[in-house]
């Protein structure tokens, strides 16, 4: 009965509503775009490279932070790369994500090992990593996303996997948008192909609405 009411629902978009946009994206997909979006070509860019280095043998997601509206209900968090990338792998491990998590900003990265992940990958060493790359400093959505990319590089180098030869394009699976609410929150929209529609909705089922949010305190206060 819950394939048949999941496949019912098919002709019309999953609507998510979150407070934060990159939670529910990054359970479907491993890049988070920016409501500005970036070019085409930026976009098959970083979701290669976070293709490449799973196959180095690293799993990592990213999410590319634009501008204040791209965290729904958490603005506050902007200019802020490692205190949000706290927040989201919260977010995300809640949801059963416990893997590595890159956060693009204007003014800089943040980065967080995950769960089961950071047992064996110390933290330090990717915020070391992100650490020796410039700030993006530019509210441009494809060169940020472009920075994604040298970040997933410098990541999975220092976790040990490193990414090796030239990284192809791959285009999203699903298309997704986020747009900012009245409310100051978001309306995320999910449109999938195929069998992808089953699996989303029935993995939104099993998590449930609402995802456990878990702020961390500021270390800058």
Known sequence: MVLAAAACSLAAPAALADGDPASDVLLFQNAFFPYSAPSNAAKGQLLGAAAAAKKAGFIVR????????????????????????????????????DRALIVVMPQGYGVAAGGTAAKALPAGRLLAAVGRLAPPRTTDPTTLTQAGVAAVKAVAAAAGHPIKGPIASVQPVTVITSTPTASGGSSSTLLFGGGLAVLALLAIGMIGIGIRRSRPADPDL
Do not use: C, T, W
């Open 62 to 97: 990213v999410a590319v932070i634009q501008a204040r509206r791209d965290l729904g209900a958490d603005p506050e968090l902007f200019a802020k790369p490692q205190l949000y990338a706290r927040f989201l792998d919260a977010e995300l491990r809640s949801a059963q994500y």
